[in-house]
């Protein structure tokens, strides 16, 4: 454990952070699970509903820091594609 006033902060302010940017992601997680398993039921109308609403919350991790930007990117090319394959 940390003896010193601005390393305890630190463990705090990291914790918090954490929580924050593990809330982040699994918004994301389970809007992307939302998206293949409407691919999976191929249904398309309810796909690019929920590939819409994915990119969305994909951008809003981004624009905090939480993905770095490529990897939206290619989370969001990869949904598309699936999207795309189904219509």
């Not at 820091?65 to 594609?81: D, E, F, P, Q, W």
Request: proline content about 0%; aromatic content about 2%.
């Amino acid at each position: 454990m940390a003896n010193i006033k601005s390393a305890k902060k630190r463990i705090l302010v990291n914790e918090t952070k954490a929580a924050r940017n593990k809330a982040i992601k699994s918004r994301v997680k389970t809007s992307v699970k939302k998206v293949e398993a409407a691919v999976a039921q191929k249904d398309a109308a309810v796909a690019k509903a929920a590939l819409q609403a994915a990119v969305a919350e994909i951008n809003k991790a981004g624009s905090k820091g939480v993905y770095h930007k490529n990897t939206c990117s290619r989370k969001i090319a990869r949904l598309s594609k699936a999207v795309n394959g189904i219509a």
